[in-house]
C-alpha cells in the first residue's frame, strides 16, 4: 500500500519538475529567475499581514518589556540559501499596547544562518485570534507581509519563515 | 395546577435571563479585558447582546415565552429585531474604529479569519430582514410571502452568527459561548418545526 502511495508521489513529482523545467526553459521567467528551478518557492504575504503596519520601525534589542519570543528564518527562493543582514520588522496587539501604536513595533536582523529571534511583549488575542505580523521590506528583495496565528493563547512563542525572491 | 403554571413561567424566564446574562457576565471577567481600550470592549459586548438578541427572536415568535400573548410576542419581536440591527452596526462601527484594515478586509470577504465571513453573511442577513420588516406593510407583503422571504433568511442569521461566534478566540468563555450557541440552534429548530407541523396540520384538514 506504501509503495503504491510512494509512487504515486513519485510520479506526480517528477511529472510537475518535467513539466516546470518545460516552462523555465522555453519562458523568460527562466531565464531571468534561474534559482526558481531548483525549487524552493518563495513566501507569498499573508491576507491581513499588513494590518496595522508601520513603515520604518526601528531595530531593536527587544520590544517593550518582553516575555514572548518572535523567531524564524530567512531564505532565498530557489536554492535556500540563508540570507543574513535582513531586516525583518514585527508587531502584534501585546500586553502592552494595541497593533497600531508605535510601542508595539519593532525591527531585527537576520543572523549569518539567517535566523532572526526578537523578544516582545506576550501576544495576546486581537479581532479573535492570537496573531503576530512580520514584514520584509528593504527591497532588495520582494516585500512579504506575515501573519502567523498561534495554536493557542496561552502560548509563548511564535515562528514565521520568509523565503524571499528578488525584487 | 395554577401553581406549578406560574412557577413554570418563572423558571422559563429565569432560564433564558441566566443563558444570556451568565456568558456576557463571565467575558466582562475575562483577562483580555485588561488590554482592550473602551471602543473594542462596547463592540465585543455588542456582539454578544447581538447573539442574546438571536436566542429571543424564534423564542417570542413561537410563542414559547409565558405571559405574552401572541400580539405582544409579535411586537416585541418587531422591536428586538431592531435592537439587533442596532446591536451588529454598534459591533462593526466599534471594530472599525478598534482596527480599520481588519474591519475592511473582513467586509470585503479578504479576512485570514475564518469567522469573519460568516459573520458579514449574518449582518446582511440581519439588515435585509429589518429593511423588508419596516417597509412589508408599504410593500405589501402578505404573511405567506413574508415567510418565504424571512424563514430562509433568519437560517442565514442563524448558522451565521453561531458559526461566527464558535470561531472566535474573544472575551466569551467557551463552554457558556457553546450553551448560549445550542440554545439558539435548538430555538430556531423547534420554531421551524412547529410552523411545519402547523402546516401540515392545515394542509391535511384543508
Sequence with gaps: MTTVVLNRRNFLAAGGSVLATGVLATGVSGLLLPARAEGLAPTDSMSGGANNYRKGAAIVERIGKGGFWMSGTVRRAGDGAPLAGQRIQIWAHTTEGQEHEPQSHGATLTDKDGKFRLEMPQIIPIFGQPHGHLAYDSGEFKTVFLRPVMRSAKETSLEAHFVLQPA | ?206
Excluded at chain 2, 109 to 135: D, E, K, N, Q
Excluded at chain 2, 163 to 181: P, Q, Y
Aim: with cysteine; aromatic share 8%.
Design chain 2, 1 to 206: 395546577m395554577k401553581g406549578w403554571q406560574s412557577t413554570r413561567a418563572t423558571l422559563i424566564w429565569v432560564a433564558l435571563a441566566l443563558a444570556i446574562c451568565v456568558p456576557i457576565a463571565i467575558a466582562a471577567g475575562s483577562e483580555l479585558m485588561a488590554w482592550r481600550g473602551p471602543v473594542y470592549i462596547l463592540a465585543g459586548f455588542a456582539g454578544i447582546i447581538a447573539l442574546g438578541l438571536v436566542l429571543i427572536q424564534p423564542l417570542l415568535i413561537g410563542g414559547y415565552l409565558p405571559g405574552l400573548s401572541a400580539y405582544r410576542g409579535r411586537r416585541a419581536h418587531h422591536w428586538i429585531g431592531g435592537a439587533l440591527a442596532l446591536a451588529v452596526v454598534i459591533h462593526v462601527v466599534g471594530l472599525w474604529i478598534t482596527s480599520p484594515p481588519d474591519m475592511i478586509d473582513a467586509l470585503l470577504f479578504a479576512s485570514p479569519t475564518p469567522f469573519s465571513p460568516f459573520g458579514v453573511i449574518a449582518m446582511w442577513a440581519i439588515f435585509t430582514v429589518a429593511l423588508l420588516a419596516a417597509l412589508r406593510r408599504r410593500l405589501g407583503l402578505r404573511l405567506r410571502n413574508w415567510r418565504i422571504i424571512h424563514i430562509p433568511l433568519a437560517i442565514v442569521i442563524v448558522v451565521g452568527s453561531v458559526a461566527h461566534c464558535l470561531l472566535i478566540e474573544g472575551t466569551m468563555e467557551t463552554v457558556s459561548k457553546a450553551a448560549l450557541c445550542a440554545l439558539v440552534l435548538a430555538a430556531t429548530i423547534k420554531v421551524i418545526a412547529d410552523l411545519w407541523r402547523k402546516r401540515a396540520l392545515r394542509s391535511s384538514s384543508a
